[in-house]
Nanobody
Framework: QVQLQESGPGLVTPSQTLSLICTVSGDSITTNRYYWNWIRQPPGKGLEWIGYIATSGRTYYSPSLKSRTSISWDTSKNSFTLQLSSVTPEDTAVYYC?????????WGQGTQVTVSS
């Protein structure tokens, strides 16, 4: 059974970099032809896709967030990370990681990140 688990600080100061880790169990992030995604949901709003890293190592980001986003692997820990720079309170959201190949499945449980001074 594949499981994903997000981790990282729940509070980030404006203008700093948000860093989250998604640890994967039950599958290898560098084998099989999957995409490993980050998605977020701001309070009172819908889901927003942030980007992915493919098993080939290729990354692709939402155009609206591309200039501030970086997704990378930590293969020693079978995990992938999200870095979002220059955050503002508008980046406050529940952040999810998810595997995809046509559809997002499975998802992590999500982690709340609040941007505030």
């Amino acid at each position: 059974q594949v499981q994903l688990q997000e981790s990282g600080p729940g509070l980030v100061t404006p203008s700093q970099t948000l860093s989250l880790i998604c640890t994967v169990s039950g599958d290898s992030i560098t084998t099989n032809r999957y995409y490993w995604n980050w998605i977020r949901q701001p309070p009172g709003k819908g889901l927003e896709w942030i980007g992915y890293i493919a098993t080939s190592g290729r990354t692709y980001y939402s155009p609206s967030l591309k200039s501030r986003t970086s997704i990378s692997w930590d293969t020693s820990k079978n995990s992938f990370t999200l870095q979002l720079s220059s955050v503002t309170p508008e980046d406050t959201a529940v952040y999810y990681c998810a595997r995809s190949l046509g559809q997002f499945d499975p998802w992590g449980q999500g982690t709340q990140v609040t941007v505030s001074s």
